[in-house]
């Protein structure tokens, strides 16, 4: 089993500062690395798929790198909006696998 | 206009079984492959189980194996987890969710979720 994690677990940040939240692979899936953004009470929705490739819909505030095991979801210039829990999510192989989530709170 | 929705959830003691469907609209769901995915209340991301668009192709995490079944009818647009042989460590909310494409690609589609609670 592909195991993902995540870090931090937990960031604080005010409003407009940049964050970035890093998710590590224990093997290589390639770019079969994709993000999700779940509010509470909410269903998540897909940010980033791929490793980095945009979706419609998704402020371009959003945006995600890497390959191999090292990802990255950055959110350039926070907003309240963004409040939230970030999972990054491995479709390369069976049991797919998700991250252990990153709490984004807004101070 | 894409949706997933989930019913069938409730409260089931250990042992017992439980039915979740999942009805479809707003897009051609024999075309995509199904997933299931449950959610621990204040904890992560699980992945269930997952079918493909004909049905033919079921895959299982091996914590449920034997016990949940995932099959679709396609005539009516709906996904549905047969749960078995309940166990407290079940409890959590399962969503019903779409893949973009053959079974190696994100989901990208969420419903709303049924909370499943097993419990005496």
């Known amino acids: 089993e592909i195991v993902l994690t995540q870090s931090p677990d937990f960031q604080s940040v005010t409003p407009k500062e940049k964050v970035t939240i890093t998710c590590r692979a224990s093997q290589s899936i390639g770019s079969s690395l994709h993000w999700y953004q779940q509010k509470p009470d909410q269903s998540p929705k897909l940010l980033i798929k791929?490793?980095?490739q945009s979706l419609s819909g998704v402020p371009s505030r959003f945006s995600g790198s890497g390959s191999g095991t090292d990802f990255t979801l950055t959110i350039n210039s926070l907003e309240t909006e963004d409040a939230a829990t970030y999972y990054c999510?491995?479709?390369?192989?069976?049991?797919?696998?998700f991250g252990g989530g990153t709490k984004v709170e807004i101070k | 206009e894409v949706q997933l929705a989930e019913s069938g959830g409730g409260l089931v003691q250990p042992g017992g079984s439980l039915r979740l469907s999942c009805a479809a609209s707003?897009?051609?769901?024999?075309?995509?492959?199904m997933h299931w995915v449950r959610q621990t209340p204040g904890k992560g991301l699980v992945w269930v189980s997952r079918?493909?668009?004909?049905?033919?192709?079921?895959s299982y995490a091996d914590s449920v194996k034997g016990r949940l079944t995932i099959s679709r009818d396609n005539a009516k647009n709906t996904l549905y987890l047969q749960m078995n042989s309940l166990r407290a460590e079940d409890t959590a909310v399962y969503y019903c969710?779409?893949?973009?494409?053959?079974?190696?690609?994100?989901?990208?589609?969420w419903g709303q979720g049924t909370l499943v609670i097993v419990s005496s």
């Open positions: 707003g897009f051609t769901f024999s075309s995509y492959w």
């Open positions: 079918i493909n668009g004909d049905g033919s192709s079921t």
């Open positions: 999510h491995q479709s390369r192989t069976l049991p797919l696998t």
């Open positions: 969710a779409r893949e973009q494409g053959g079974g190696i690609a994100p989901i990208d589609c």
């Open positions: 791929y490793a980095s």
